[in-house]
């Protein structure tokens, strides 16, 4: 166990759905991210939240929103999703809300699969 | 998994050898680098980092060796076990956008024969 949790660990939904993944760290850190790792290609960074605020929104598309309340939580709140969305979202966690030059600790994982 | 579908390069090594994963980075600028491993199923697990004013850094059974002037980064596991099965990434923190997270590369995977 990493400290950073995420639910639910397997998530089927329609085109037409709405459904929110949940990130949960219990590390103290106050930066958060969300990766998507696909079949396709490499992690990429959709979100960067540093001390509840977002900094960095990576050319993601807004049927992605997320959605920070507090340092220790972080969700991602999906709706109208494409089949090519499907892939594990990765939540992650590091210290330091500058350049980001300590080890990120990631969860497990959400794999999405949209039908 | 969700590593299938790229094509990863895979380095196969016999179970006891030792093992040397290489990754090539692009931005002179990059000040921190770390090695992740991620098994089947998991999400990515910090193994070793090191900072671009180091050259080499050692932990239990893994190196990581920088070369800053060629922009070269590398792994070096001793003694290779069959629970080091699994795909490696490197990741580096790129200064010069501002970016407050890692990039990563697409990975290499590890597989170990017993």
Known sequence: ?115 | GENVGLHLPTLSVQEGDNSIINCAYSNSASDYFIWYKQESGKGPQFIIDIRSNMDKRQGQRVTVLLNKTVKHLSLQIAATQPGDSAVYFCAENRVDTGRRALTFGSGTRLQVQP
């Open chain 1, 1 to 115: 166990e990493t400290g950073v949790t995420q639910t639910p660990r397997h998530l089927v939904m329609g085109m037409t759905n709405k459904k929110s993944l949940k990130c949960e760290q219990h590390l103290g850190h106050n930066a958060m991210y969300w990766y998507k790792q696909s079949a396709k290609k490499p992690l990429e960074l959709m979100f960067v939240y540093s001390l509840e605020e977002r900094v960095e929104n990576n050319s993601v598309p807004s049927r992605f929103s997320p959605e920070c309340p507090n340092s220790s939580h972080l969700f991602l709140h999906l709706h109208t999703l494409q089949p090519e969305d499907s892939a594990l979202y990765l939540c992650a966690s590091s210290q330091g809300s500058g350049i980001m030059n300590t080890e990120a600790f990631f969860g497990q994982g959400t794999r999405l699969t949209v039908v």
